[in-house]
């Protein structure tokens, strides 16, 4: 494998995911005026035109959005919200690529503006619509211990130079979360790049140490936040005297190395746990047997480390626990494994496809965390990590399926119930776990900020939407 600042070569395979479609239209963002009216740093924001019905908290006359009339029909919008809460990032096309813009989640106001960023060229599977292949760049937040940062990657392929072929890659350019003025550059880039030129749906996770991208083969690259390419397939987490490789479907880069599924195996989910760092068998919940012994008839007991992440979000990591006839899933510390709740309950997994999704599928809605901290939701489940406390919203007979996609500070949830449409729209108290259903045509926020609530959909018309509402006081 060859390994470089400006290329990693590795065989790619798994999954990473947008969560709504767009139309296609001519044009760049729109709004009541230009997405970048006003310039960086001005005080003009974008107007609110769109009219939507949102849940009773959301003031659906305040706020302000802009138009994707770019974005290709059945691609999902790129976006993320700054880890703080107070800033909303996302992508416009112009004739010379793509900009990041960043405005304040209250105001609108643009804060900053990046300088064009040309993606890779699209493979033939992207340039057909009918594939449903990821074909425009995303988003990811990037946490980090001083400052953090928003990712913009994008699948495609490149090459060197005209006198080389084209290679496929995962191309990724980071921008400071907290920057301002126009024509910012990315502080660090960098390539994943497949030495064959096949790429079998990348994945690809965001977390503290920059983008990580792994392989069907156990292959696994780290781009940080610098540009340093790093070849991080050798990692090794250490469960029960035994060496496993890095999990191609659920892969972070922590603080102190790569934080990884064991492999699975007879009684246990196979454990977790950080390359050279901690492991799932030393921080189990309570009441929680860190080691699964089973019964072999004829070759004697097997022995599992319990455990498996399904899903991850800031500095936290969501794990799945064997116990009895009843599962426990569990937060933990992304940095130490320390568990900071638990809910009575499995978590759905997680599944991050290259591919977008059909709209019916919500298995890529991922993990959320509160403007605040405070909370976390993944699936139904819903966490208080100040109490520890964990509830499971979809629990019970016949209950209909819950997936939550953001969660206020006020410790409210919203989501969608049922896997079949037409779905739910439904509110959650993490207080107390339970579920309430809104009116059928309520639009739920997919992201909550300090104050408002981020909204992607259609508003009525032919292109998707991004629209901040503000929270009610």
Same mark, same amino acid.
């Given at each position: 494998?060859?390994?470089?600042?400006?290329?990693?070569? #590795?065989?790619?395979?798994?999954?990473?995911?947008?969560?709504? *479609?767009?139309?296609?239209?001519?044009?760049?963002?729109?709004?009541?005026?230009?997405?970048?009216?006003?310039?960086?740093?001005?005080?003009?924001?974008?107007?609110?035109?769109?009219?939507?019905?949102?849940?009773?908290?959301?003031?659906?006359? =305040?706020?302000?959005?802009?138009?994707?009339?770019?974005?290709?029909?059945?691609?999902?919008?790129?976006?993320?919200? *700054?880890?703080? !809460?107070?800033?909303?990032?996302?992508?416009? =096309?112009?004739?010379?690529? +793509?900009?990041?813009?960043?405005?304040?989640?209250?105001?609108?106001?643009?804060? *900053?503006?990046? =300088?064009?960023?040309?993606?890779?060229?699209?493979?033939?599977?992207?340039?057909?619509?009918?594939?449903?292949?990821?074909?425009?760049?995303?988003?990811?937040?990037?946490?980090?211990?001083?400052?953090? +940062?928003?990712?913009?990657?994008?699948?495609?392929?490149?090459?060197?130079?005209?006198?080389?072929?084209?290679?496929?890659?995962?191309?990724?350019?980071?921008?400071?979360?907290?920057?301002?003025?126009?024509?910012?550059?990315?502080?660090?880039?960098?390539?994943?790049?497949?030495?064959?030129?096949?790429?079998?749906?990348?994945?690809?996770?965001?977390?503290?140490?920059?983008?990580?991208?792994?392989?069907?083969?156990?292959?696994?690259?780290?781009?940080?936040?610098?540009?340093?390419?790093?070849?991080?397939?050798?990692?090794?987490?250490?469960?029960?005297?035994?060496?496993?490789?890095?999990? +191609?479907?659920?892969?972070?880069?922590? %603080?102190?190395?790569?934080?990884?599924?064991?492999?699975?195996?007879?009684?246990?989910?196979?454990?977790?746990?950080?390359?050279?760092?901690?492991?799932?068998?030393?921080?189990?919940? %309570?009441?929680?047997?860190?080691?699964?012994?089973?019964?072999?008839?004829?070759?004697?007991?097997?022995?599992?480390?319990?455990?498996?992440?399904?899903?991850?979000?800031?500095?936290?990591?969501?794990?799945?626990?064997?116990?009895?006839?009843?599962?426990? *899933?569990?937060?933990?510390?992304?940095?130490? !494994?320390?568990?900071?709740?638990?809910?009575?309950?499995?978590?759905?997994?997680?599944?991050?496809?290259?591919?977008?999704?059909?709209?019916?599928?919500?298995?890529?809605?991922?993990?959320?965390?509160?403007?605040?901290?405070?909370?976390?939701?993944?699936?139904?489940?819903?966490?208080?990590?100040?109490?520890?406390?964990?509830?499971?919203?979809?629990?019970?007979?016949?209950?209909?399926?819950?997936?939550?996609?953001?969660?206020?500070?006020?410790?409210?949830? +919203?989501?969608?119930?049922?896997?079949?449409?037409?779905?739910?729209?439904?509110?959650?108290?993490?207080?107390?776990?339970?579920?309430?259903?809104? %009116?059928?045509?309520?639009?739920?926020?997919?992201?909550?900020?300090?104050?408002?609530? #981020?909204?992607?959909?259609?508003?009525?018309?032919?292109?998707?939407?991004?629209?901040?509402?503000?929270?009610?006081?």
């Amino acid at each position: 494998m060859r390994i470089g600042k400006g290329a990693a070569s #590795v065989l790619l395979a798994g999954a990473l995911a947008g969560m709504v *479609s767009g139309c296609e239209s001519g044009g760049g963002a729109t709004g009541g005026q230009s997405a970048h009216g006003g310039g960086a740093g001005g005080a003009g924001g974008v107007p609110l035109k769109s009219r939507i019905t949102a849940p009773a908290a959301f003031d659906s006359a =305040k706020g302000w959005e802009v138009e994707a009339g770019w974005l290709p029909q059945g691609q999902p919008l790129p976006y993320a919200v *700054s880890g703080k !809460g107070d800033a909303v990032a996302y992508l416009d =096309k112009t004739a010379r690529g +793509y900009v990041l813009d960043v405005r304040d989640a209250s105001s609108g106001r643009l804060l *900053s503006t990046s =300088k064009p960023w040309q993606g890779p060229k699209l493979t033939k599977e992207q340039s057909d619509e009918q594939s449903g292949a990821l074909a425009v760049p995303q988003i990811a937040l990037i946490p980090g211990a001083q400052r953090d +940062y928003f990712a913009v990657w994008a699948r495609g392929e490149a090459r060197k130079d005209e006198l080389h072929e084209y290679k496929e890659v995962v191309a990724v350019a980071f921008y400071p979360a907290d920057a301002s003025g126009k024509d910012v550059s990315p502080v660090g880039a960098g390539n994943a790049e497949a030495p064959d030129g096949e790429f079998d749906r990348p994945s690809v996770f965001p977390g503290p140490g920059g983008l990580v991208v792994t392989s069907y083969g156990g292959d696994s690259i780290l781009v940080a936040p610098d540009g340093k390419v790093t070849d991080t397939s050798d990692a090794k987490v250490t469960l029960n005297g035994k060496a496993a490789d890095p999990d +191609y479907l659920m892969s972070f880069q922590g %603080p102190a190395g790569l934080v990884t599924n064991g492999e699975e195996g007879a009684g246990g989910d196979g454990g977790f746990g950080a390359d050279g760092g901690w492991r799932s068998t030393k921080v189990a919940p %309570p009441g929680v047997e860190a080691v699964r012994k089973e019964e072999n008839v004829g070759f004697g007991t097997d022995e599992t480390p319990n455990g498996r992440i399904v899903g991850a979000v800031g500095d936290h990591v969501i794990a799945n626990w064997l116990k009895g006839p009843d599962d426990v *899933s569990a937060v933990h510390d992304l940095a130490t !494994g320390a568990v900071q709740a638990t809910a009575p309950c499995r978590t759905k997994e997680t599944e991050y496809g290259a591919d977008v999704p059909d709209p019916k599928n919500l298995a890529d809605v991922r993990p959320a965390l509160s403007p605040d901290g405070r909370y976390l939701v993944k699936g139904g489940s819903v966490f208080d990590l100040k109490t520890g406390k964990g509830r499971c919203t979809d629990s019970g007979e016949d209950a209909r399926k819950i997936t939550l996609a953001a969660v206020g500070d006020d410790g409210t949830a +919203y989501g969608l119930a049922g896997e079949d449409t037409p779905r739910t729209p439904v509110s959650v108290s993490v207080a107390t776990g339970a579920a309430k259903p809104l %009116p059928e045509a309520t639009v739920t926020p997919d992201a909550l900020t300090r104050g408002a609530g #981020v909204f992607v959909t259609y508003a009525g018309t032919d292109s998707m939407h991004l629209i901040v509402l503000d929270l009610k006081n």
